[in-house]
């Protein structure tokens, strides 16, 4: 069995099941970095900006987005 290394930063859940509504996935800062300048210039292009972060999808990547900066209308 071939070593992992990784951080515990570097875990995320695989939330691609459909049944993980409450399940928070974890990104790590600078993965949180890139997304936020990535939104800057491409705004909610989901699957550009996960087409620059490996391992990650568009789903993910938008569901942190709105967790986090979501304003309550």
Do not use: C, H
């Not at 515990?8 to 409450?22: I, L, M, T, Y």
């Amino acid at each position: 069995m071939a070593d992992l290394d990784q951080s515990s930063e570097d875990v995320s859940v695989d939330s691609r099941d459909g049944n993980s509504q409450d399940i928070k996935v974890e990104f790590t800062e600078d993965e949180e970095r890139l997304i936020a300048r990535m939104f800057s210039l491409l705004g909610d292009r989901w699957s550009l900006i996960a087409g620059r972060i490996p391992g990650r999808t568009a789903k993910e990547i938008e569901k942190y987005w709105t967790s986090r900066y979501s304003n309550s209308e």
